[in-house]
Structure formats: C-alpha cells, structure tokens
C-alpha cells in the first residue's frame, strides 16, 4: 500500500463497516457459552423436565421461579442454570 494514496470516503466507509461487522462476528462467536454437562446430570434433568408440561411463556418464568425455590439448578461455569433453561 502507497503511504502517499488517499483513502476515499467509500473506501473509508467499507473499511469501518468490515471492521464493525468482523468485530461483532467474533464478539457473538467467543460469548456463546456451550452448556456441557456429565450424561448422568442431562439424564437426570429431562427425567425431571418430563414429568412437567411448560406450554407458555408465563408457565416458563413460572418454572424458572418454582425450579430456584427447589434448588433444581445447577452451576456451568460461572452461571447458574435452572433444569427449566436447560431442557427446554
């Protein structure tokens, strides 16, 4: 690249966009927390989603809620998880 050559208000315009765009593509890719959890666990918590039915979203926040007062949770990484989050 000519260090002389003038960048053009298009060429500028492309290159913020890219950048901008790039940064946001990596950002979303590193956030994405896989939930990894031992098959015993996972089998234990669609053994419990199960035995309930969550038809809307008022009876998810209500499971959620329900979930937290039974200590149906569990710790991936450094986020709490209900069994509701999980199997559903």
């Known amino acids: 690249m000519n260090p002389n050559k003038k960048i053009f208000r298009r060429e500028f315009i492309i290159y913020c966009f890219s950048a901008f765009l790039l940064v946001f593509i990596v950002k979303e890719k590193f956030n994405q927390e896989e939930i990894n959890i031992d098959f015993e666990i996972n089998k234990k918590?669609?053994?419990?989603?199960?035995?309930r039915e969550i038809k809307s979203?008022?009876?998810?926040?209500?499971?959620?809620?329900?979930?937290?007062?039974?200590n149906k949770t569990i710790f991936v990484g450094?986020?709490?998880?209900?069994?509701?989050?999980?199997?559903?």
């Not at 918590?45 to 035995?51: A, D």
């Not at 450094?78 to 559903?88: D, F, M, S, V, W």
């Open 57 to 70: 979203k008022r009876d998810f926040k209500s499971a959620i809620k329900s979930d937290l007062i039974n």
């Open 78 to 88: 450094k986020k709490l998880y209900t069994y509701a989050e999980i199997g559903y």
């Open 45 to 51: 918590i669609k053994k419990y989603n199960s035995l």
